[in-house]
T-cell receptor
């Protein structure tokens, strides 16, 4: 079984400032890692994913995330945020073994961009 | 290529009624996942289906909930005798291949309110 912890339920940031959204996971098996974004009243959209290889992953909209195996973390970062980045961000994992798997999500972090 | 479609977008039911939620996956996708999002919570995996088969229903409540994905037509999530605790957003996702590293494409969700 696996679990995902997003410690920050809300993160307020000024426009054009950098941001980091934290994600830690726990799993007894190897996992794939994902970040999804949810805009109000919409479904989730994939930002980026880590499968293997380079631990720094670049995604859409200028976001990137770094996989740290020793700290079991997959924090999401953006060097300069925009008003349009206001949304709910979810970290998720799926286990590598055993074929297809439902995703295990964290509770989400609400990113609030202040002008 | 239309995205994942869900209907209705909003559904209001009184306690004891039945709720039927429909999900049409993206064209060419034969794998469907259902998730439930309770207020202030992340998404919780409910069930994973392929055409005419339930692959993993480990997240489904034992009673009143059922899901199907027939050979023709949309996937259906059925909730019998709804209770107030069933009020949530229900999301469907689809993927073309049943591997855990695959991106899941999410629909806009159905928001169920039980009066």
């Amino acid at each position: 079984a696996q679990s995902v912890t997003q410690l920050d339920s809300q993160v307020p940031v000024f426009e054009e400032a950098p941001v980091e959204l934290r994600c830690n996971y726990s799993s007894s098996v190897s996992v794939y890692l994902f970040w999804y974004v949810q805009y109000p009243n919409q479904g989730l959209q994939l930002l980026l994913k880590y499968l293997s290889g380079s631990t720094l992953v670049k995604g859409i909209n200028g976001f990137e995330a770094e996989f740290n195996k020793s700290q079991t973390s997959f924090h999401l970062r953006k060097p300069s945020v925009h008003i349009s980045d206001t949304a709910e961000y979810f970290c998720a994992v799926s286990q590598k073994e055993g074929g297809a798997d439902g995703l295990t999500f964290g509770k989400g972090t609400h990113l609030i961009i202040q002008p | 290529n239309a995205g994942v479609m869900q209907n209705p977008r909003h559904l209001v039911r009184r306690r004891g009624q039945e709720a039927r939620l429909r999900c049409s996956p993206m064209k060419g996708h034969s794998h469907v996942y259902w998730y439930r999002q309770l207020p202030e919570e992340g998404l919780k995996f409910m069930v994973y289906l392929q055409k005419e088969n339930i692959i993993d229903e480990s997240g489904m409540p034992k009673e009143r909930f059922s899901a199907e994905f027939p050979k023709e037509g949309p996937s259906i999530l059925r909730i019998q005798q709804v209770v107030r605790g069933d009020s949530a957003a229900y999301f469907c996702a689809s993927s073309p291949i049943g591997y855990s590293y695959n991106e899941q494409f999410f629909g806009p969700g159905t928001r169920l309110t039980v009066l």
